[in-house]
């Protein structure tokens, strides 16, 4: 069982940056899209941005677009999130997933556990 491992969430001031991580305990063939999904306290959770690990493509939610940088390092089997320019509205948990397609989530068949992202004003 492949098992996603996030890290890097905390607490940061507005404008302020953070990097996610997403360890995969393996590498998973034949999964070529990975993406990093949040949820506010009392929202759904969202899609933030996807990467195809093959191709090197990418897509952001126009939320986080021009702010975020989604990245994947296929040697260490990595996900990365570089988040720039936090906003208090960037605040929640943020989940990676693995195996699905474009921003939908219930396609994800893997998910990290979570890390917490809490911006203060």
């Known amino acids: 069982q492949v098992q996603l491992v996030e890290s890097g969430g905390g607490s940061v001031q507005a404008g302020g940056s953070l990097r996610l991580s997403c360890a995969a305990s393996?590498?998973?063939?034949?999964?070529?899209?990975m993406a990093w999904f949040r949820q506010a306290p009392g929202k759904e959770r969202e899609g933030v941005a996807l990467?195809?690990?093959?191709?090197?493509?990418?897509y952001y939610a126009d939320s986080v677009k021009g702010r975020f940088t989604i990245s994947h390092d296929n040697a260490k089997n990595t996900l990365y999130l570089q988040m720039n320019s936090l906003t208090p509205e960037d605040t929640a948990m943020y989940y990676c997933?693995?195996?699905?397609?474009?921003?939908?989530?219930?396609?994800?068949?893997?998910w990290g556990q979570g890390t917490q992202v809490t911006v203060s004003s």
């Open positions: 393996e590498y998973i063939y034949s999964i070529y899209n």
């Open positions: 990467i195809n690990t093959v191709s090197r493509s990418t």
């Open positions: 997933a693995a195996g699905g397609y474009g921003l939908v989530m219930s396609t994800y068949n893997y």
